[in-house]
């Protein structure tokens, strides 16, 4: 019988975690809850491995719910001569595609091919011939007419000679992390949120654990394991500088704006260069509405804060979108939300290179027993898990890496006949984002709690499911995560307050008090990091309690008794 995430709530499975801490041993400690992280805990766990993952913040709090949402065979680095990577890319994409039909999905590019512009249709459509033959289907054709007034009304046309399109897919990235981490849960992995690695535990010069600080309660304890994976995106190098390591990590800023779709109506994403500096930008339909991206700039800001858009970005992505679509006059009052995320690129640190020129293949160091993984793309998770297992091998007992390879990422889910009420592609969806559970998520609502929210994909029947089995702590995670509705409605859908008050209070038991500090919480993280500059909110007008923790101890405990030997960063 299938427990949804978790069976227990929060609190007794953070209990469950703490009374255990001295006689448990585990496995493997996984920490990052992003889907680098999430990959890494569902195949130890389909490895029969005992596996903990914590999380300093909320599930996919980092990039994994700031993404450019694409999953993708990487046609720009086949282009930029990274075959590999986009043969991996391309495979795993159609796994994706195979097994969660409902929450990867295929979406149909169009490039514009303008005179004298680099690459001309003939270089394009040879590279695009390379990149079907790696997916074994042809997945594009050329076009030379019609452009304008049906495949993407309102495009430029000056110079237009012809557009190309081709396949790739589209995901709520925060969903699927969830989705990863529901599975590994159904087959006995551990996990927690609000939970900080606060420092690395050694014995003999071995990292045998963690130290980690519960977020909520401030409680602190120790927990054991035979390795631990430190899956922590830009904060990687935190982490391995307790151990004297090398930074390795370029963080990369990539902003996004998202307008209604009435207001950039697309039946395609559409990919094009920005007129200043000739990068490839993209606008796609994602969720209803119309998605501007994405920048591609060093992240020199404290990692503790979250990122949010600059006013040169936001000028940056309008000025490109109006050059592609000139008739649209898009406008900062067009403007529902904006959010940022950092790209954690494996680099010397050395920026004599390009942001968009760094290499994103995943790195992986075994340090004294901490095995660290950056970089990658949100397609191939599967294939970076794999790659850590392999590494951390000779911390664990025997896993058979061969069958790991070759099996299901997630289990086959058996269609239902009593939600006739819903259309097939609303079964679809809920099968694939709850995976075994949504047979229970449909009987536990009424018909009329699946009517969308809005323009959105989302129902008032899923949010009653997340709050009682999906670990919510705050309202972001309500609205920002386990739902995308904070970045789909105006002023972060405040318009849902009222009707959400008696859910959270009665799933999460909150008193009115505590429902006002959360609603005070949640409308000052949205001014300040998903909503344009000249709205913003100053950094030292944020309440504490919305600011992100980080790993920022520079200190090892040792197991012999001795005090923490301090690490200079």
């Given at each position: 019988?299938?427990?949804?995430?978790?069976?227990?709530?929060?609190?007794?499975?953070?209990?469950?975690?703490?009374?255990?801490?001295?006689?448990?041993?585990?496995?493997?400690?996984?920490?990052?809850?992003?889907?680098?992280?999430?990959?890494?805990?569902?195949?130890?766990?389909?490895?029969?491995?005992?596996?903990?993952?914590?999380?300093?913040?909320?599930?996919?709090?980092?990039?994994?719910?700031?993404?450019?949402?694409?999953?993708?065979?990487?046609?720009?680095?086949?282009?930029?001569?990274?075959?590999?990577?986009?043969?991996?890319?391309?495979?795993?994409?159609?796994?994706?595609?195979?097994?969660?039909?409902?929450?990867?999905?295929?979406?149909?590019?169009?490039?514009?091919?303008?005179?004298?512009?680099?690459?001309?249709?003939?270089?394009?459509?040879?590279?695009?011939?390379?990149?079907?033959?790696?997916?074994?289907?042809?997945?594009?054709?050329?076009?030379?007419?019609?452009?304008?007034?049906?495949?993407?009304?309102?495009?430029?046309?000056?110079?237009?000679?012809?557009?190309?399109?081709?396949?790739?897919?589209?995901?709520?990235?925060?969903?699927?992390?969830?989705?990863?981490?529901?599975?590994?849960?159904?087959?006995?992995?551990?996990?927690?949120?609000?939970?900080?690695?606060?420092?690395?535990?050694?014995?003999?010069?071995?990292?045998?654990?963690?130290?980690?600080?519960?977020?909520?309660?401030?409680?602190?304890?120790?927990?054991?394991?035979?390795?631990?994976?430190n899956a922590t995106g830009p904060w990687t190098d935190k982490l391995r500088q307790q151990l004297q390591a090398k930074k390795a990590i370029r963080p990369l800023r990539g902003s996004?704006?998202?307008?209604?779709?009435?207001?950039?109506?697309?039946?395609?994403?559409?990919?094009?260069?920005?007129?200043?500096d000739k990068r490839p930008i993209f606008v796609f339909p994602w969720e209803n509405s119309s998605v501007i991206g994405t920048t591609d700039l060093d992240h020199d800001e404290d990692?503790?804060?979250?990122?949010?858009?600059?006013?040169?970005?936001?000028?940056?992505?309008?000025?490109?979108?109006?050059?592609?679509?000139?008739?649209?006059?898009?406008?900062?009052?067009?403007?529902?939300?904006?959010?940022?995320?950092?790209?954690?690129?494996?680099?010397?640190?050395?920026?004599?290179?390009?942001?968009?020129?760094?290499?994103?293949?995943?790195?992986?160091?075994?340090?004294?027993?901490?095995?660290?993984?950056?970089?990658?793309?949100?397609?191939?998770?599967?294939?970076?898990?794999?790659?850590?297992?392999?590494?951390?091998?000779?911390?664990?007992?025997?896993?058979?890496?061969?069958?790991?390879?070759?099996?299901?990422?997630?289990?086959?889910?058996?269609?239902?006949?009593?939600?006739?009420?819903?259309?097939?592609?609303?079964?679809?969806?809920?099968?694939?984002?709850?995976?075994?559970?949504?047979?229970?998520?449909?009987?536990?609502?009424?018909?009329?709690?699946?009517?969308?929210?809005?323009?959105?994909?989302?129902?008032?029947?899923?949010?009653?499911?997340?709050?009682?089995?999906?670990?919510?702590?705050?309202?972001?995670?309500?609205?920002?995560?386990?739902?995308?509705?904070?970045?789909?409605?105006?002023?972060?859908?405040?318009?849902?307050?009222?009707?959400?008050?008696?859910?959270?209070?009665?799933?999460?038991?909150?008193?009115?008090?505590?429902?006002?500090q959360e609603v005070e919480r949640y409308q000052t993280m949205i001014q300040r990091y998903y909503s344009l500059p000249k709205s913003r909110l100053p950094k030292d007008a944020l309440?504490?309690?919305?600011?992100?923790?980080?790993?920022?101890?520079?200190?090892?405990?040792?197991?012999?008794?001795?005090?923490?030997?301090?690490?200079?960063?």
């Open positions: 019988m299938c427990q949804p995430l978790t069976s227990l709530s929060r609190a007794q499975q953070l209990e469950k975690i703490q009374q255990h801490s001295d006689s448990t041993e585990w496995d493997m400690i996984v920490i990052g809850g992003g889907i680098t992280g999430a990959g890494i805990l569902l195949t130890a766990s389909q490895a029969g491995l005992k596996v903990l993952l914590v999380e300093q913040q909320d599930f996919a709090w980092g990039a994994s719910s700031k993404s450019s949402k694409m999953v993708h065979g990487g046609l720009r680095y086949l282009g930029s001569g990274q075959y590999n990577m986009t043969k991996d890319a391309v495979t795993e994409r159609q796994k994706l595609l195979n097994e969660l039909p409902g929450l990867v999905t295929p979406l149909q590019f169009l490039m514009g091919h303008y005179k004298y512009q680099f690459p001309g249709p003939l270089v394009f459509n040879s590279l695009l011939s390379i990149y079907d033959w790696i997916g074994g289907k042809r997945n594009h054709r050329y076009i030379n007419n019609g452009i304008g007034n049906f495949h993407a009304p309102g495009i430029e046309q000056s110079k237009l000679q012809g557009a190309t399109q081709f396949a790739d897919a589209v995901t709520d990235d925060a969903r699927l992390v969830m989705r990863v981490l529901q599975e590994a849960q159904d087959l006995g992995g551990t996990v927690m949120n609000y939970l900080s690695a606060e420092q690395l535990i050694k014995t003999s010069d071995q990292v045998t654990g963690i130290r980690v600080a519960d977020q909520v309660s401030g409680q602190t304890f120790s927990l054991t394991a035979k390795v631990v994976v996004h704006l998202i307008v209604p779709s009435w207001r950039l109506p697309l039946a395609y994403a559409v990919s094009y260069f920005h007129p200043n990692l503790a804060q979250q990122p949010c858009i600059s006013q040169s970005e936001v000028d940056y992505l309008l000025s490109g979108i109006n050059k592609q679509f000139p008739q649209a006059n898009i406008s900062e009052a067009d403007v529902i939300s904006t959010y940022a995320g950092i790209r954690p690129v494996v680099s010397d640190n050395v920026r004599n290179t390009k942001p968009s020129n760094e290499k994103r293949e995943h790195s992986i160091w075994d340090e004294q027993g901490l095995i660290s993984v950056a970089g990658g793309k949100l397609t191939t998770f599967r294939l970076i898990a794999l790659d850590v297992l392999t590494a951390a091998q000779g911390y664990l007992p025997p896993i058979d890496l061969t069958a790991l390879r070759n099996q299901r990422l997630f289990k086959h889910v058996d269609d239902i006949h009593d939600g006739s009420f819903l259309s097939q592609s609303q079964l679809q969806r809920l099968q694939s984002c709850y995976g075994q559970h949504y047979p229970d998520l449909i009987k536990h609502a009424a018909s009329h709690e699946f009517k969308p929210i809005a323009h959105t994909n989302t129902s008032l029947a899923e949010l009653k499911w997340v709050l009682q089995h999906e670990m919510v702590v705050h309202l972001d995670d309500l609205l920002l995560r386990r739902s995308r509705l904070g970045l789909l409605l105006p002023k972060g859908g405040e318009q849902l307050f009222t009707q959400l008050q008696p859910l959270c209070q009665t799933a999460l038991h909150w008193n009115d008090s505590q429902w006002q309440p504490k309690h919305s600011k992100a923790s980080v790993n920022n101890s520079d200190s090892v405990v040792k197991n012999n008794d001795s005090p923490a030997t301090p690490v200079a960063s």
